[in-house]
Each structure stands twice: as structure tokens, then as C-alpha cells.
């Protein structure tokens, strides 16, 4: 098992900036790719980044060059770095976790991100 916390979360106006981390616990070998999701009011659940433990990262084309996804290995910690931030970003942020070679996944409770205009 996989335990994922996440933090910083918050209210923010449009163009600011906040840093998101997640920590990790628990069968950390396991993993080979953690990233962020988010789910907006009404919206399906997508994904915002991901990075692999090799250091590959993913975006979505809507953060590319707004949003950046690192890790601590030592700390077992997963940040979100987004700057430029726009009102359609407001969603609840999600970590997660992708087990090695079944795919599972974990998951977080979430953190919200409100961006005022």
C-alpha cells in the first residue's frame, strides 16, 4: 500500500502562483510514476502532469509552460509548481501514484486550488 498527502492548497488571484507537494509513504518501491490530476465542478477527473522515476516528465497541454512537476527522492515528495495562474486551473488537485507493472493506482484526498479573477 501507498499512502499519499497532499498540501498547499489554496486561494490565489488570477496570475499568482502556488506550490502543491505530495508526500509518500508506505510500499514506496512499488512506484514508477507519480504525477497530479485535477477535477474541476462538473468536470471529469484529468491530468495536469506526471513525472516517472527515471525523471520523465508529462503535461497537459493546457500548464505546458505554466506548471512544473519535480521530485525529492529523499524526501519521497512530489511538488506542482504553477505559476501564470488562470481561473479555469480552480479545481481539486489530486496526487497520485502508479504501481510498477500493474498499473494500479493511488490516490490522494486532494487539495483544493482556487484561483479568483
Known amino acids: 500500500q501507498v499512502q499519499l498527502v497532499e498540501s498547499g492548497g489554496g486561494v490565489v488571484q488570477a496570475g499568482g502562483s502556488l506550490r502543491l507537494s505530495c508526500a509518500a509513504s508506505g510500499s514506496i518501491f512499488t512506484i514508477d510514476r507519480m504525477g497530479w490530476y485535477r477535477q474541476a465542478p462538473g468536470k471529469q477527473r484529468e491530468l495536469v502532469a506526471t513525472?516517472?522515476?527515471?525523471?520523465?516528465?508529462n503535461y497537459a497541454d493546457s500548464v505546458k509552460g505554466r506548471f512544473t512537476i519535480s521530485r525529492d527522492s529523499a524526501k519521497n515528495t512530489v511538488y506542482l509548481q504553477m505559476n501564470s495562474l488562470k481561473p479555469e486551473d480552480t479545481a481539486v488537485y489530486y496526487c497520485?501514484?502508479?504501481?510498477?507493472?500493474?498499473?494500479?493506482?493511488?490516490w490522494g484526498k486532494g487539495t483544493l486550488v482556487t484561483v479568483s479573477s
Open positions: 513525472i516517472t522515476t527515471s525523471g520523465t516528465t
Open positions: 497520485n501514484a502508479r504501481r510498477r507493472g500493474s498499473g494500479m493506482d493511488y
